[in-house]
């Protein structure tokens, strides 16, 4: 995966990862928006990986860089997104829990602003 350089478009809610550099082919990416209540949190809701891209670790390694943003930013990652929930279960160490009162706030959110989705 050396190849592969990971960016956030926070503008367009999505972390990229691109292969050949920054001005390269999508590799996949995950989807995602900032909470701003209760509290705020990124919250993904798609990951997608490319086909040709599939079984390299890409999805792992754009949920760990979602998580290490949001620390660094020292906000909360409430994940919507079925694949990162999954990735946040095997790696507790690098991906801490939301309250459930952010999980329902994002949830709420995307009720609202089913566009978020």
Known sequence: MSDIEIHDDRDAGFLRARAGGPDGDVAGYIQYFVLEEPRRALVPVHTVVEPAHEGKGIGGSLARELYATAAREAIAVAP??????????????????????????????????????
Do not use: N, T
């Open 80 to 117: 919507l997104c079925p694949f990162v929930v999954q990735w946040a279960a095997r790696h507790p160490g690098e991906a801490p829990a939301a309250p459930d009162a952010l999980l329902d706030a994002a949830q709420a959110a995307v009720g609202d602003h089913p566009e978020l989705w």
